[in-house]
């Protein structure tokens, strides 16, 4: 098999890298995420990127870390929340084992905080999460193989079901 064995995607805060990092343990394999990636190759966080070079920049980073990660990494990959805005990155993603991580805005405030650096919620964070989502998630369900909902549940319980559904064996 070449490429991830699992692909998280899902909005911001539902808990792809926690997730993520599980299944890599429970699978024996290794986890990424290219939130990460674009930190490392910019030198900066996400927030300063978004406010020194703006958010054009910033999604021409992700289609390239989404890019580089999909060719490059076998275990499992966390995308950014909004990688799937990207038709280029859709199409990379068509057909490979993609999780889509739903949550609703409620379980959205309690993890993500109404003043977590998030530079996409800085205002409003509850109306803008919404929006976001609103036209987020027909791109999520249009690439994952399967949903998975996050609310009132353990990263181990989400993990499991993440395993049971894309019938991977543990290591």
Not at 160 to 171: A, N, S, V
Request: glycine share 10%; net charge negative.
């Amino acid at each position: 098999m070449t490429g991830p064995a699992v692909i998280l995607v899902g909005p911001m805060g539902v808990g792809k890298t926690t997730v993520g990092e599980l299944l890599a343990r429970r699978l024996g394999t290794g986890c990424r995420d290219t939130d990460e990636d674009i930190v490392r190759a910019a030198g900066k966080p996400i927030s300063e990127i978004f406010l020194d070079d703006g958010e054009p920049k910033f999604r021409a980073l992700e289609r390239e870390a989404v890019r580089t990660a999909l060719a490059e990494h076998t275990g499992v990959l966390a995308l950014g929340g909004g990688a799937v805005l990207a038709p280029e990155t859709r199409q990379l993603l068509a057909g490979a084992p993609v999780v889509f991580l739903d949550m609703d805005v409620a379980e959205a405030v309690k993890r993500v905080g109404l003043d977590a650096p998030r530079p996409l919620l800085m205002m409003n964070p509850r109306k803008q999460w919404r929006e976001l989502m609103d036209a987020r998630r027909p791109l999520y369900t249009e690439v994952a193989r399967a949903v998975v909902s996050t609310e009132n549940r353990t990263p181990d319980e989400v993990a499991g079901e993440i395993l049971d559904i894309l019938e991977l064996k543990q290591k």
